[in-house]
């Protein structure tokens, strides 16, 4: 009786070994994924011109997932060496920690959640099972202990600052590894954003853990409304609460950048009639070149254009209709010809569950299609990253001085 007792444990154990070592690669595996379609070539002038931009990207999931950044892996949409083949300078890496059992596009109630399993699968520290504001602060954690192993390989993006130096190390071609060894490999820079800020718990008090732990970007909700506003993908799709009223203002007042991504029509409207910064729209498409209810109207890109913001276009199916740079291509050439090529910009939604044609070491490709889109070289150094140098460098500035400073007379 006791060796059947002790043969069973033994294989309940070895069982749940097996799962924890392969499910969180399985998932992925299952969520992130390149399509396989064939890619257009591309010509010497691309890659010539691509070596000289200075690439931002607006939105990324990887921190979600169970691997580590300094890798190459076999699965998902980037990591640093991959970024590096794609010569990304700056990487906006978000953070996500709820998100609907059987999530669409149209309607989820925030009832149930996936990322709870999948946070358990990861082995994630206990504190990230059941509160989403650990579960942010813990992605922070994440990067940042990959900052300190990179050397100054991967460079944290924090401050206008930040940004001055990394441009400035780029320049130079160089990065040290965590061992001093001086590589020629320039540095790629990262900053955090939230995606859904139903992870401040409601508590405003816990805005500032997410900007003592680097968080400079958040949008308010995710696929589900929460207590700041409705969500485009939500039950009742309504406007900003109060508490999503007060949670703008201070995020402005701080300096993190306000994302209108996955917000409902009347939380875009109300952040855009309370906006005093430029507001951006961190990842997905447009109505007139694909129309997904997630995407932008005309309206809703002039009124981000209006505030000087950043229309970031994703590369997914549901994103652009497809999943061809030339569809990519198609909607940045839309945005451009409504309201200026200054409010054009990348936002991938890599490793976000979603599908696409190539992952970031392959970024030529969308260089190619702005090409044989008949843009400018100037147009696409800003549409690929100059535009948002510009709006992060004035977003990230503090629009009220720390209380020490506005003391002095
Ligand atoms: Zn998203």
Same mark, same amino acid.
């Given at each position: 009786?006791?060796?059947?007792?002790?043969?069973?444990?033994?294989?309940?154990?070895?069982?749940?070994?097996?799962? #924890?070592?392969?499910?969180?690669?399985?998932?992925?595996?299952?969520?992130?994924?390149?399509?396989?379609?064939?890619?257009?070539?591309?010509?010497?002038?691309?890659?010539?011109?691509?070596?000289?931009?200075?690439?931002?990207?607006?939105?990324?999931?990887?921190?979600?997932?169970?691997?580590?950044?300094?890798?190459?892996?076999?699965?998902?949409?980037?990591?640093?060496?991959?970024?590096?083949?794609?010569?990304?300078?700056?990487?906006?890496?978000?953070?996500?920690?709820?998100?609907?059992?059987?999530?669409?596009?149209?309607?989820?109630?925030?009832?149930?959640?996936?990322?709870?399993?999948?946070?358990?699968?990861?082995?994630?520290?206990?504190?990230?099972?059941?509160?989403?504001?650990?579960?942010?602060?813990?992605?922070?954690?994440?990067?940042?202990?990959?900052?300190?192993?990179?050397?100054?390989?991967?460079?944290?993006?924090?401050?206008?600052?930040?940004?001055?130096?990394?441009? #400035?190390?780029?320049?130079?071609?160089?990065?040290?590894?965590?061992?001093?060894?001086?590589?020629?490999?320039?540095?790629?820079?990262?900053?955090?954003?939230?995606?859904?800020?139903?992870?401040?718990?409601?508590?405003?008090?816990?805005?500032?853990?997410?900007?003592?732990?680097?968080?400079?970007?958040?949008?308010?909700?995710?696929?589900?409304?929460?207590?700041?506003?409705?969500?485009?993908?939500?039950?009742?799709?309504?406007?900003?609460?109060? #508490?999503?009223?007060?949670?703008?203002?201070?995020?402005?007042?701080?300096?993190?950048?306000?994302?209108?991504?996955?917000?409902?029509?009347?939380?875009?409207?109300?952040?855009?009639?309370?906006?005093?910064?430029?507001?951006?729209?961190?990842?997905?498409?447009?109505?007139?070149?694909?129309?997904?209810?997630?995407?932008?109207?005309?309206?809703?890109?002039?009124?981000?254009?209006?505030?000087?913001?950043?229309?970031?276009?994703?590369?997914?199916?549901?994103?652009?209709?497809?999943?061809?740079?030339?569809?990519?291509?198609?909607?940045?050439?839309?945005?451009?010809?409504?309201?200026?090529?200054?409010?054009?910009?990348?936002?991938?939604?890599?490793?976000?569950?979603?599908?696409?044609?190539?992952?970031?070491?392959?970024?030529?490709?969308?260089?190619?299609?702005?090409?044989?889109?008949?843009?400018?070289?100037?147009?696409?150094?800003?549409?690929?990253?100059?535009?948002?140098?510009?709006?992060?460098?004035?977003?990230?500035?503090?629009?009220?001085?720390?209380?020490?400073?506005?003391?002095?007379?």
């Amino acid at each position: 009786m006791r060796r059947w007792l002790i043969a069973i444990l033994l294989i309940l154990a070895l069982a749940a070994l097996a799962f #924890f070592a392969l499910a969180p690669g399985m998932i992925e595996r299952g969520m992130n994924q390149i399509d396989g379609k064939p890619l257009p070539p591309v010509s010497a002038r691309a890659q010539a011109l691509h070596r000289t931009l200075t690439i931002v990207d607006l939105h990324s999931d990887t921190l979600l997932w169970k691997r580590d950044i300094l890798d190459r892996a076999e699965r998902g949409h980037m990591d640093l060496p991959r970024l590096e083949d794609g010569n990304v300078a700056l990487q906006v890496l978000a953070s996500t920690t709820k998100s609907p059992k059987g999530q669409n596009y149209d309607a989820n109630s925030g009832d149930t959640d996936n990322i709870t399993s999948l946070v358990i699968a990861q082995l994630q520290p206990v504190r990230t099972w059941s509160s989403l504001l650990e579960r942010s602060l813990w992605h922070a954690e994440k990067l940042h202990r990959a900052v300190q192993r990179s050397g100054t390989e991967l460079w944290p993006v924090a401050a206008p600052k930040d940004i001055d130096s990394l441009l #400035f190390a780029r320049s130079a071609g160089t990065s040290k590894t965590e061992s001093g060894t001086i590589v020629s490999r320039p540095p790629v820079g990262a900053m955090l954003s939230v995606e859904g800020l139903h992870n401040l718990e409601g508590d405003i008090a816990n805005l500032d853990k997410l900007y003592a732990a680097g968080f400079r970007m958040g949008g308010l909700t995710h696929f589900f409304d929460n207590d700041l506003a409705g969500s485009m993908h939500g039950l009742k799709k309504g406007g900003l609460t109060p #508490f999503g009223r007060e949670v703008v203002s201070e995020m402005e007042a701080k300096g993190m950048i306000v994302d209108i991504a996955h917000c409902s029509s009347a939380c875009v409207a109300d952040i855009l009639k309370m906006a005093r910064r430029p507001v951006v729209s961190s990842h997905g498409g447009v109505q007139a070149t694909c129309k997904v209810n997630r995407n932008l109207s005309d309206a809703q890109i002039r009124g981000v254009a209006a505030t000087g913001g950043l229309i970031g276009i994703g590369y997914w199916d549901a994103a652009v209709c497809d999943t061809s740079p030339a569809s990519i291509a198609k909607a940045m050439k839309h945005v451009r010809d409504l309201v200026g090529i200054e409010h054009v910009a990348l936002g991938s939604d890599y490793d976000g569950a979603t599908t696409v044609r190539f992952d970031t070491s392959k970024l030529v490709q969308v260089t190619q299609a702005l090409i044989d889109a008949g843009f400018s070289d100037d147009e696409i150094r800003a549409a690929m990253g100059g535009n948002a140098i510009r709006v992060l460098k004035a977003g990230l500035v503090p629009l009220t001085p720390p209380p020490s400073i506005a003391a002095v007379p």
